[in-house]
C-alpha cells in the first residue's frame, strides 16, 4: 500500500522491522506477562520477593499457565500462555515529565499554589479534597516531599473491532495520569499514560490491575531542582478507578 501512495513521505519507514527500529530509539518498551486464564494472578518475578515467573498453573484456581497442544511436550517448541497481557512501563514516562523544563515546575504545582487554592475555598484539583488531605495526614514522609508522584488509575472495556463471531471480544486498557499537575493539563490526553492492556472479555479485578508489575521507586534528576546533581528519589502512590 505505501508503494503506490502517490505523495509518501520520504522519512516514512518502509515496512515493520524499520518501524520498530525508530521507536526503540524513544526508549519506550512494552512487555508481554503471561497471566491467569481467569483473571487471577500474573506470572512475573521481581526483586520485591515476588517470584510467580515460572508457575506452570495458577496457584488461586489451579488452571494451566500454557495451552496442551500435540507440540506441548516437545523441549524445542515454545509453550503458548492461554492468557497474556501487555504492560507499559510508565517509570520512563515520568522521568520524563521532570527531565523536561517545561514539565519540571508544573508537577510540583499542587504544593506551591495550596496556600492561595485554600483561602478561595473552591474544589478544583484533587489536592483540595478531603481525600488528598487524609492521605498526606496518614503519610506525613511521602507528604513531605512535593516531587512524590501521586497517579490516579483507571480502567474502561472497548472493543477494538467490529464483531465477526458470536463470542464477544473486549480489551481492558489501564490508564495513569499524575495529579501532580494543575488541572488544565491534568486529564488532557498528553498526560495520561497507556500503563498496560488486559485481554478481555470479563473485567479485571482491582487486584490484577493493582498486581501490574512496579518498577520501583525512581532516582531522577529533577532540572527544575537549583540545577543541582542530586537528585531526587521520587516515589508514586496510585488510586484505583474502576469506570
Known sequence: MLDITIDRPLDLPKNYYEARQLVAKLGLGAKRIDCCVNGCMLYYSNEFGVADGALLECK??????????????????????????????????????????????????????????KMSGELRHPSDGMAWKHFDQVYPKFASEPRNVRLGLCSDG?????????????????LVTPYNLPPDICMSKPYMFLAAVIPGPSSPTVEEAEEVPSDGDVDEEDVKANGDDEGSDDEDVSDWDDN
Open 60 to 117: 488461586f484456581c489451579q488452571e494451566p499457565r500454557y495451552r496442551v497442544t500435540r507440540n506441548s511436550r516437545s523441549v524445542r517448541r515454545k509453550p503458548i500462555p492461554r492468557k497474556a497481557m501487555l504492560y507499559l512501563p510508565i517509570i520512563p514516562r515520568l522521568q520524563r515529565l521532570y527531565a523536561s523544563m517545561q514539565t519540571a515546575s508544573k508537577m510540583t504545582w499542587h504544593r506551591e499554589n495550596y496556600e492561595r487554592r
Open 158 to 174: 472497548f472493543t477494538p473491532y467490529t464483531q465477526v463471531s458470536a463470542t464477544p471480544y473486549s480489551c481492558w486498557p489501564v
